[in-house]
């Protein structure tokens, strides 16, 4: 019956977890050119077209993205 228990009570925490959109404000770390997506849990950055993605950390792209020249 425990184990119920502490199954209940972790629901209920992450039924009342306030959810965040980074995007709309401002928390996140995107370039101030690349697009900010909410995810369901956190959020991604993407260079738009015209714009390399230049970021140091593959696993968070769209943090530096320079404009292409053509």
Same mark, same amino acid.
């Given at each position: 019956m425990e184990l119920v228990s502490a199954l209940f009570?972790?629901?209920q925490l992450f039924a009342s977890a306030k959810v965040v959109d980074? @995007?709309?404000? &401002?928390?996140?770390? @995107?370039?101030? &050119?690349?697009m900010c997506r909410d995810?369901?849990?956190?959020f991604s950055c993407h260079c738009p077209f015209g714009f390399a993605d230049i970021s140091p950390n593959s696993t968070k792209p769209g943090r530096v993205c320079i404009q292409c020249e053509f």
């Open positions: 009570h972790r629901m980074e @995007c709309e404000t &401002k928390q996140h770390d @995107c370039d101030a &050119k690349a995810e369901a849990v956190g």
